[in-house]
């Protein structure tokens, strides 16, 4: 793609648009393209000026492939990642089962900046660094656009629909009055680190289950050019040990969950020592369960990780980012009644009402993954069963290939990765 014309001023935008997105991550920028491809007249909006950084674990795992197949990108998407065939899964007793799939690793600076190239291909246009600050409503409480800020300057821009992208942080969808959860239901840290010399030994997507990470796991992601990404999740619930719930675990330091990641697994500890540092690291919050922000209002969508849009099992976003952002598109592709820039309706309400239902219907679709993955998040609190299961998948060919389905979202985690498909997994046969 060529270099696109983004990070443009606030006065370079139109006054009315179709759709405003805001948030050019990959679930802003899915949804800003196929609405472009569909015709309408889109403005993405994104906090940060493009290229960016972003804290994440940068595996592409086979729904990413998936969804970027979907919009039409994934030759160019590959041309820059590192592919890997299997993600290996590491017990706290030192076994592991190589489990296979379609994955790869891109830097979240190169992934999101293609992906929001593709939009501006498009014919979306694209403006940063803006600050969404809040909703703009009619007399009926429905939204009719945002006001945005650059630097000093603020104004406001009319749309027919408003979609939120705008990942883990609370305060947008508090400004829009959508927020049901402020906490994070998740933490991840990560660092990158250049080792060449560890290239033949790091091929997969190495994930590491222990003890002394009770709550989540360590991961080793090796990306382009002996890069490697390396990092802990905290996927468990966040909430503090109270009184009346004494059970509760509190929140754990994730640097010191870090250094316990480099003391527990060898490859962790030579990546750090010998490797070069190339961004340090960095910790990120994670909304997950689909849960956490109502979907819609009249007038406005929200999708991506402000919707809930990350698996609270394994912290895997990036996928099903793209593809509620891909959903809310279809949606208003669909059912918004959207005509050209500045157009309405001919029947607001009943688009209003058929958007959000065709919305909401899509995601319902997601939610028995998202369910079941909530239930195998008990499985990071009680490391040992790990043990369990990958000893059992070793020793079975049909068990691993169970496992693959899963990764491969050919089959639900349920028939797995809960107390009933433990006890299930474990029956000889």
């Given at each position: 793609?060529?270099?696109?014309?983004?990070?443009?001023?606030?006065?370079?935008?139109?006054?009315?648009?179709?759709?405003?997105?805001?948030?050019?991550?990959?679930?802003?920028?899915?949804?800003?393209?196929?609405?472009?491809?569909?015709?309408?007249?889109?403005?993405?909006?994104?906090?940060?000026?493009?290229?960016?950084?972003?804290?994440?674990?940068?595996?592409?795992?086979?729904?990413?492939?998936?969804?970027?197949?979907?919009?039409?990108?994934?030759d160019?998407?590959?041309?820059?990642?590192?592919g890997?065939?299997?993600?290996?899964?590491?017990?706290p007793?030192?076994?592991?089962?190589?489990?296979?799939?379609?994955?790869?690793?891109?830097?979240?600076?190169?992934?999101?900046?293609?992906?929001?190239?593709?939009?501006?291909a498009?014919?979306?246009?694209?403006?940063?660094?803006?600050?969404?600050?809040?909703?703009?409503?009619?007399?009926?409480?429905?939204?009719?656009?945002?006001?945005?800020?650059?630097?000093?300057?603020?104004?406001?821009?009319?749309?027919?629909?408003?979609?939120?992208?705008?990942?883990?942080?609370?305060?947008?969808?508090?400004?829009?009055?959508?927020?049901?959860?402020?906490?994070?239901?998740?933490?991840?840290?990560?660092?990158?680190?250049?080792?060449?010399?560890?290239?033949?030994?790091?091929?997969?997507?190495?994930?590491?289950?222990?003890?002394?990470?009770r709550?989540?796991?360590?991961?080793?992601?090796?990306?382009?050019?002996?890069?490697?990404?390396?990092?802990?999740?905290?996927?468990?619930?966040?909430?503090?040990?109270?009184?009346?719930?004494?059970?509760?675990?509190?929140?754990?330091?994730?640097?010191?969950?870090?250094?316990?990641?480099?003391?527990?697994?060898?490859?962790?500890?030579?990546?750090?020592?010998?490797?070069?540092?190339?961004?340090?690291?960095?910790?990120?919050?994670?909304?997950?369960?689909?849960?956490?922000?109502?979907w819609?209002?009249?007038?406005?969508?929200?999708?991506?990780?402000?919707?809930?849009?990350?698996?609270?099992?394994?912290?895997?976003?990036?996928?099903?980012?793209?593809?509620?952002?891909?959903?809310?598109?279809?949606?208003?592709?669909?059912?918004?009644?959207?005509?050209?820039?500045?157009?309405?309706?001919?029947?607001?309400?009943?688009?209003?009402d058929?958007t959000?239902?065709?919305?909401?219907?899509?995601?319902?679709?997601?939610?028995?993954?998202?369910?079941?993955?909530?239930?195998?998040?008990?499985?990071?609190?009680?490391?040992?069963?790990?043990?369990?299961?990958?000893?059992?998948?070793?020793?079975?060919?049909?068990?691993?290939?169970?496992?693959?389905?899963?990764l491969?979202?050919?089959?639900?985690?349920?028939?797995?990765?809960?107390?009933?498909?433990?006890?299930?997994?474990?029956?000889?046969?």
């Amino acid at each position: 793609m060529t270099t696109p014309n983004w990070n443009l001023p606030l006065d370079a935008l139109p006054e009315h648009c179709d759709v405003l997105v805001v948030g050019a991550g990959p679930a802003g920028s899915a949804c800003a393209r196929l609405l472009a491809l569909g015709g309408l007249a889109v403005v993405l909006v994104d906090a940060q000026a493009f290229p960016r950084d972003k804290v994440c674990g940068d595996g592409l795992v086979p729904d990413s492939h998936a969804a970027l197949r979907r919009l039409g990108v994934h030759d160019e998407v590959m041309r820059l990642a590192r592919g890997a065939g299997s993600a290996r899964c590491v017990a706290p007793n030192g076994g592991f089962v190589d489990i296979a799939g379609e994955l790869a690793v891109l830097p979240r600076r190169e992934l999101d900046a293609l992906l929001c190239r593709s939009a501006l291909a498009a014919g979306a246009l694209m403006a940063a660094p803006v600050r969404f600050e809040l909703p703009l409503t009619d007399a009926a409480g429905r939204v009719v656009g945002a006001k945005l800020i650059q630097g000093n300057q603020s104004r406001t821009l009319g749309a027919r629909w408003v979609v939120l992208a705008t990942g883990a942080l609370p305060a947008p969808l508090l400004a829009a009055g959508l927020c049901q959860r402020r906490s994070p239901s998740g933490m991840a840290l990560r660092a990158h680190v250049r080792h060449p010399g560890l290239d033949a030994e790091l091929r997969e997507l190495r994930f590491v289950w222990h003890g002394r990470l009770r709550g989540g796991y360590g991961w080793i992601f090796p990306g382009p050019d002996s890069v490697f990404n390396i990092g802990v999740g905290l996927l468990d619930s966040l909430q503090a040990e109270t009184p009346q719930a004494p059970w509760r675990r509190r929140r754990p330091n994730l640097r010191h969950m870090f250094e316990e990641f480099l003391q527990v697994d060898p490859l962790a500890a030579r990546l750090m020592q010998e490797g070069e540092v190339r961004s340090e690291l960095k910790g990120a919050p994670m909304r997950c369960d689909l849960a956490g922000a109502q979907w819609s209002r009249p007038g406005l969508l929200v999708t991506g990780e402000a919707a809930g849009a990350t698996y609270s099992f394994t912290g895997e976003g990036i996928g099903k980012a793209m593809e509620t952002g891909m959903a809310a598109a279809e949606a208003l592709l669909a059912h918004a009644g959207l005509a050209s820039a500045g157009g309405s309706a001919v029947n607001p309400a009943a688009a209003d009402d058929a958007t959000a239902l065709g919305y909401q219907v899509r995601l319902e679709a997601l939610l028995p993954r998202f369910t079941t993955y909530r239930q195998a998040a008990s499985f990071n609190r009680w490391p040992g069963l790990v043990n369990l299961i990958i000893w059992r998948a070793g020793r079975s060919p049909k068990i691993a290939a169970k496992l693959a389905d899963v990764l491969n979202e050919r089959r639900l985690p349920g028939s797995l990765l809960t107390w009933r498909g433990l006890r299930n997994l474990l029956t000889p046969g």
